[in-house]
């Protein structure tokens, strides 16, 4: 395999963001811009909307599909008539999931997908405009769910990505993205322990770097990963703050008994698109009804109002800045303030540190399991990478200072390293070391 002549595309496709990276013959990488209405982002949101629209005079509606900030704005602006849809790359390995029905039309995982980078390349502008032939697609080390068909996501992801019109479509594991990202700036020989985390996976990777004539020549020691990462952070906190003052742990009168409110109301949460389809099911007319005979009548009107008001994504942003303030301070307030509701806690890291103790015991042994199938000793490890925004965290940092000593610990390009690196890695010579073809799709 030879490098590329012209410009490779990198596009690391994550849970929560999606970044693009262009890399030319000048051997740097560029990150794709984009004008979005709140501001220039580099930091694409992996989210979907499909919205009908009814123009004047029109008899027959128009399918208005849109992605990134451009569909959370039209499902914050008119939820009601709007299919939200986020985190799907969840779904990507799920024999379980085969199709969603919106608007009388079925979507594959593919549809979705291919529909979601279409968007991606039209708000590009010029520089996606003409794509060159070479892209090369990040792809977790562990998929996330419990039982992940592997060959299947790739299937999907080929079927999907060949649609943007690449005729040469490689995968590469995403730390291995960071990893060539970051190896590009070593000096010696080093065996690099590289951690990604996303939005809903975290990925491991030991490998070992050494310089040459030729070039830098790697070899993959070992992978991990778990489907753990800040979007099972964000749930604990909602779980711990929010879902209490909304009647989670209360009680309803009914004929002559005293009941439990159920459970699953509160499942929803787990991601704020999920509450516009609690909205409108089944359960939003119990909850009403739940409302006149709680204990806490007060509690249920706040969850009915957070749901009929569209208030998800204004508590998400609340959730965010909270975990921003606790990987920089010891205390922090969590504020939520929407309509009649507020919600308003002190809240201590080591509390924080409490709630999301199992998802970092659940990363812990991913490290833990990368550094043992590697064959290495801890000490034997020369430098650490940490890449993605749970990184921030402070407690996940103290997963690697606890377990490698002095070892160096350094990031950078939280958000933009992994695409980048693959981009570069789409004009290597040896790319089959660092990445894999697939068949083309059927």
Known sequence: MTSATGPTVGIDFGTTNTVVAIAGSDGEAMVLRFEA????????????????????GDRTPQRIVEAGPWAIDAYVEDAHDTRFIQSFKTFAASAAF????????RYKFEDLLGAFLLRVRAHGGETMAALPARV??????????????????????????ARLGFSDIRYAYEPVGAAFFFARTLEADATVLVADFGGGTSDFSVIRFERSADGLKSTALSRSGVGVAGDAFDYRIIDQLVSPQLGKGGRYRTFD????????????????????????SKDMRDIRALARTAEEPDKLDRLVEILDDNHGYALYQAVSALKLDLSEHEVADFAFVAGSIRIEKTVTRQEFEGWIAPELAAIEAAVEDAVARSGLGAGQIDRIFLTGGTSFVPAVRAIFQRRFGGV???????????????????????????SEARPAAA
Do not use: C
Not at 37 to 56: D, I, K, N
Not at 136 to 161: C, H, K, N, S, W
């Open 37 to 56: 209405p709140s501001g220039e982002v580099t930091a694409f949101r992996s989210t979907l909307s499909f919205q009908m629209r009814h123009g004047a």
């Open 98 to 105: 085969t199709e969603t029905v919106i608007d009388n039309r």
């Open 136 to 161: 090369i697609v990040g792809r977790p080390v562990t998929f996330a769910g419990g039982a992940p068909d592997e060959q299947l996501a790739l299937d999907r992801y080929q079927a999907a990505f």
């Open 257 to 280: 008994k005293t009941l439990p409110i159920p459970q699953r109301y509160y499942a929803a949460f787990a991601r704020w698109d999920q509450l516009a389809l609690l909205r409108a």
């Open 408 to 434: 160096p610990i350094e990031t950078g390009g939280e958000f933009e390293s992994i695409a980048s690196g693959l981009a570069l890695i789409g004009r290597e010579p040896n790319l089959d070391d660092w």
